[in-house]
């Protein structure tokens, strides 16, 4: 293990790999937010059911739970 990964795992953070249904979300998301790498987290975080930790208020737009 690499030690971030040890850190993940002490404070309960998982790795999530990109799937073929984030893509599939991504595909039909609303165009609120330019950024490809973070339309991909909004895709991920719709598809999971998950929390955003982001200061980025456009993700409000997004039917997603942003923490900060």
Request: proline fraction near 3%; aromatic fraction near 14%.
């Amino acid at each position: 293990h690499k030690p971030l990964d040890i850190l993940y795992t002490l404070k309960g953070y998982q790795h999530l790999n990109i799937s073929f249904s984030h893509f599939e979300k991504l595909m039909n998301l609303e165009f609120h937010h330019k950024d490809p790498f973070d339309r991909l987290i909004i895709s991920q975080a719709l598809t999971e059911k998950i929390q955003v930790v982001s200061s980025d208020e456009i993700f409000d737009k997004y039917k997603i739970k942003r923490i900060w």
